[in-house]
């Protein structure tokens, strides 16, 4: 790997950082913002039953000095990195990332998988080693394909993807909430709609499936990685329009397809 191509994937990885920590901040999402919550919800994850078992999410949430330091590092990190590489910079975003991740996921009800793609991504910056970074990046580059191939193999190995009405009744859990509090509006209206035409979820679904298996290419050559990150982006939209889930966060593995 060249030093220019590296200093561009620094360049662009930290740089989408400053702005996503903008954009959660935003979002009154960042640790300071969490305000102690009370409903707790590890579910099956042992790392977060682990981390629940040693308080740590509490402690950050509870101490708003603690939490807001955090948020300070997740913010300045990244701008240090730019100003002066140093994977210990790296390393250590890495690690408040994590526990952003866990404490976010415990305390929203939900596991969070698109904040994967800045944790994972961020790795590759632990080494000062062109080499191993490079063999990094491609790591990373192959877990993003990886992820994306076996969620199709599981629609297709669930037989979820034989199943005309699955799509219809996974948008009927998705929407209810929203349709029950805002009736009449026109997002209301589209997602009635779509549960009402069963051939067109079907298609959303059907469309889903062959563009997450289409990843399994790049484990054979890269030559067709610009193709899949337009893939990516029509995946994410139509994913958006579909079932409200945003997986643009997800974003930051386009980085290893790109470069």
């Known amino acids: 790997m060249s030093t220019s191509n590296n200093v ?49 999410p509490e402690f950050i949430t509870s101490n708003q000095t603690i939490a807001t330091l955090l948020d300070i590092s997740m913010l300045f990190l990244p701008m240090l990195y730019l100003l002066k590489p140093n994977r210990w910079y790296a390393m ?7 526990l952003y991740n866990s404490c976010f996921s415990i305390y929203s009800g939900h596991h969070f998988h698109s904040l994967l793609g800045i944790v994972f991504v961020s790795i590759p910056f632990w080494s000062d080693n062109l080499k191993r970074r490079e063999n990094l990046w491609h790591a990373v580059r192959y877990y993003f394909l990886f992820s994306m191939v076996s969620a199709a193999l599981w629609k297709v190995g669930r037989g979820a993807i034989f199943d005309v009405n699955f799509m219809t009744e996974t948008l009927k859990i998705q929407h209810a909430q929203y349709i029950f509090d805002f009736p009449e509006s026109m997002l209301s209206s589209w997602y009635k709609w779509l549960i009402q035409s069963q051939a067109v979820a079907y298609g959303f679904y059907i469309a889903a499936t062959i563009i997450e298996l289409s990843f399994i290419v790049g484990f054979f050559t890269k030559k067709f990685d610009q ?20 997986s643009f966060e997800l974003i930051f593995f386009l980085l290893t397809l790109l470069f």
């Not at 620094?10 to 102690?36: E, H, P």
């Not at 193709?227 to 945003?246: E, H, K, R, Y």
């Open 8 to 56: 561009k994937r620094a360049k662009y990885f930290f740089g989408m950082a400053i702005v996503w920590v903008l954009y959660r901040f935003w979002g009154n999402t960042l640790f300071s913002q969490l305000n102690d919550p009370r409903i707790i919800t590890p579910d099956v994850d042992n790392s977060f039953w682990l981390l629940q078992l040693l308080q740590i």
């Open 227 to 246: 193709s899949l990150l337009v893939l990516f982006l029509i995946f994410a939209i139509a994913n958006l329009v579909a079932m409200g889930v945003s």
């Open 92 to 98: 250590f975003f890495s690690v408040v990332l994590t």
